[in-house]
């Protein structure tokens, strides 16, 4: 069975996708983990008690979710990639990728532990 799981993470995007069998996970990949701030950017101010917002890494722990066999991010903007840190507490079994297009819409994958070397603390 497949599972998507569409994270309401306030500003931003992230997507898990899983495929279950009896229950159990046989893979799982997340697309994007959101913003590092689940108040709007836009609309700053209290979260309202009432909201379903969750960051993706704590969504992923709610789950149970303990290893991600892909990570991908699909831009370097701070409503996409910057929850990545409290998604990094998962396995990251076969590494995270960022996936980016070069001037004539060819995709290419780069691995994200190399970019985010590059880019330093």
Same mark, same amino acid.
């Given at each position: 069975?497949?599972?998507?799981?569409?994270?309401?993470?306030?500003?931003?995007?992230?997507?898990?996708? %899983? &495929? !279950?069998?009896?229950?159990?996970?046989?893979? #799982? *990949?997340?697309?994007? +983990?959101?913003? /590092?701030?689940?108040?709007?950017?836009?609309?700053?101010?209290?979260?309202?008690?009432?909201?379903?917002?969750?960051?993706?890494?704590?969504?992923? %722990? &709610? !789950?149970?979710?303990?290893?991600?066999?892909? #990570? *991908?991010?699909?831009? +370097?903007?701070? /409503?996409?990639?910057?929850?990545?840190?409290?998604?990094?507490?998962?396995?990251?079994?076969?590494?995270?990728?960022?996936?980016?297009?070069?001037?004539?819409?060819?995709?290419?994958?780069?691995?994200?532990? #190399?970019?985010?070397?590059?880019?330093?603390?």
């Amino acid at each position: 069975m497949l599972a998507l799981d569409f994270i309401n993470v306030g500003n931003g995007d992230s997507i898990l996708i %899983r &495929e !279950l069998e009896n229950g159990q996970q046989r893979y #799982a *990949l997340m697309v994007d +983990f959101g913003h /590092d701030c689940l108040v709007r950017d836009d609309h700053p101010g209290e979260l309202d008690p009432r909201s379903q917002r969750i960051y993706a890494g704590d969504f992923l %722990r &709610e !789950l149970g979710v303990e290893r991600l066999d892909m #990570a *991908l991010t699909t831009h +370097f903007h701070r /409503d996409h990639i910057g929850g990545l840190g409290r998604v990094l507490d998962v396995d990251l079994n076969k590494g995270a990728y960022v996936i980016q297009f070069d001037g004539m819409g060819t995709p290419r994958s780069i691995s994200l532990r #190399a970019k985010l070397e590059k880019i330093g603390p």
